[in-house]
């Protein structure tokens, strides 16, 4: 499988600085680039809404929200720096082809979702700051196709700093509308205790805590990590890893501050002056003036929403090429990618607002964040397996508690996004002329969607399960070899397949050629990727395979024969005798039990390939 990012991938030396801070400075920015997802317009919305409706009794929710933010982030930075993989290429590695296809589709759904609302944030903010029509402005968001081409052409660390540019416009500006606004600071702090005013404000809650976890910033986060270059010893992966979690918790937290900002900002004005309705962005731009008194205040509150728009709407766009490399391994020009994702997001903005007008893009900024909270859970808990496996992640993987509390998490913005998404769908169907079509649509494709959740939920768990039945511990072997002083095979292959039949090919080649013998086991990988990899392939079934093989090894040696291994890949009547005739043997011992292309070999036509394909004698041991 290719490199996450290819052109960019570890093109960011961090080795050979002088000092830490330049280090540490050398690791800084991916997660600036994550951070931009977390402020994008779809977020504020949800945050001028509950801070107009409930003042700033809502603030411990972003707080929290953050905090689960951090958590998710640092596991998927553990994901790429570890395992050099992104979470789409992990997905595709681990699930089956149609399963990936399915999950290919909802994120590219849900990155397209992200992209409606970051087309709306901006039109909005270019519409407000210059009054140019939505429509028009609409398709002026086009332009920024070439920004991100010039943008890439100029290398990661060139789009970190616009990025951080950015973030930095977004956050003097936020910091000026504090100063307009005035709030009540003790007000904040009591903020920042839970509590839940009534049944509105969970509902409000739940789309903050929505509309904060992006799930494109998951597989963006552990694509981006692999742009830094640095020693792949034990020691390097720690710094590594202890740097990234510096750079997403100072990135995360400037992302808190710009929400909280943004919620303070509503409670200061309308909440405190009894508008409590001010749910659009438009609304609270127009009365933001008259408010407070400061004729900057909606012209930096318009160029804060612009900045994101077009922050977000970068970052998005690589999200879309990582998830369509990972998914497909194809690979297309970052400019035909930008103008596909930019198209399927502005031409539904344009027919919805060219039919029902201007009102209806807070509605559509809504239904962004719903369409995202249906992809949510197919991003997070893939990601939670990968890094809690021992295997993949070889001896990096997170703690027992870390794992708790991820599941945790999981459960807590899975279960409020599924009621969000079941509040929606009930509305609907209230309001709607023709709700049949709905039970016909909607209603069978949100129940095919939690099925899929409930699989990918506890297919890992399962094959983990059947994994440990099926690889045969070398431990567990019986060794019921007796010397009997007469051998004539000197240089033995066993075909080795991780099952109980193992057991019995390895005693029979042990009564073959005594302690003196040289031994190789032969372990063929048979998965689609090795076939087509070959031994470039870093999958989860090789790594299971290649420590097993280890183990067979290590075992015995310590019981004094001499050992060596041999790992294959692709189809074991090709392989087999590829191994058997470049090496020096007089005999090859195979068992009857094991992997689907085995049985096939003992059982079907195919042995009598292996046979004639081979030079030296096939010595068949069934059980």
Known sequence: MGKSLEEVNQSVSTQNKKTVFRKVLAFFGPAYLISVGYMDPGN????????????????????????????????????????????AQASRETYSKYINYIL??????????CDLAEVLGMAIGINLLFGIPLIDAVLITVL??????????????????????????????????????????????????????????????????GATVMPHNLYLHSSLVQTRKFDRSVAGIKQALKYNLIDSTIALNLA????????????????????????????????????????????????????AGQSSTITGTLAGQIVM?????????????????????????????????????????????????LQLGFAIIPLIHFVSDKTKMRGFHISKTTQIISWIVALIIVSLNVKLVFDEILGWLKTSENPIILWMTVVPLAIGFLILLLYIVFKPFITKAKQEIQNHSPHNLKLQFSKKGN????????????????????????????????????????????????????????????????????????????????????????????????????????????????????????????????????????I
């Open 256 to 307: 808190f501050f710009v929400n909280a900002a943004i919620l303070i900002l509503a409670a200061a004005t309308f909440y405190k002056n009894g508008m409590y309705e001010v749910a659009e962005i438009q609304d609270a731009y127009k009365f933001m003036e008259p408010m407070l008194g400061y004729k900057w205040a909606p012209i930096l509150f318009a160029i804060a929403l612009i900045a």
């Open 104 to 113: 290919y589709i909802l994120a590219e759904i849900a990155i397209a979702a």
């Open 325 to 373: 490399e990972g998914y497909l391994n194809l690979r297309i020009q970052p400019w035909v990618r930008r103008i596909i994702t930019r198209l399927i997001a502005i031409i539904p903005a344009v027919i919805v607002i060219t039919i029902f007008g201007e009102s209806v893009t807070g509605k559509l900024l809504i239904l962004s964040q719903v369409i995202l909270s």
């Open 144 to 209: 920024d196709t070439f920004l991100l081409l010039f943008l890439i052409n100029k290398g990661i660390r060139k789009m970190e700093a616009f990025i951080i540019a950015l973030v930095l416009i977004i956050g003097i500006s936020f910091v000026f509308e504090m100063f307009f606004a005035q709030p009540e600071m003790g007000k904040v702090i009591y903020g920042l205790i839970p509590s839940m005013p009534n049944s509105e404000a969970l509902y409000i809650a739940i789309g903050i805590i």
């Open 487 to 622: 051998y004539n095979k000197k240089r033995i292959a066993i075909s080795v397949d991780f099952s109980s039949a193992d057991e019995v090919a390895i005693n029979h080649a042990f009564e073959l050629g005594g302690m003196e013998a040289k031994y190789t086991l032969i372990h063929v990988v048979e998965t689609v990727g090795a076939m087509v990899y070959g031994k470039n392939i870093d999958d989860h079934e090789t790594l299971i395979d290649s420590k097993l093989l280890l183990e067979y090894k290590e075992m015995l040696s310590e019981k004094g024969f001499k050992i060596k291994t041999k790992l294959g890949y692709g189809k074991p009547n090709n392989v087999i005798p590829e191994i058997i005739n470049k090496g020096n043997f007089d005999v090859l011992v195979m068992g009857t039990h094991g992997h689907t292309g085995l049985k096939d070999l003992i059982f079907g036509t195919t042995v009598d390939k292996l046979r004639h394909k081979i030079s030296i004698p096939l010595f068949i041991v069934k």
């Open 44 to 87: 504020w919305a949800t945050d001028i809404a509950g801070g107009s409706q409930f003042g700033y009794a809502l603030l411990w929710v972003l707080l929290m929200s953050n905090l689960m933010a951090l958590l998710l982030q640092s596991l998927s930075a553990r994901l790429g720096i570890v395992t050099q993989r992104d979470l």
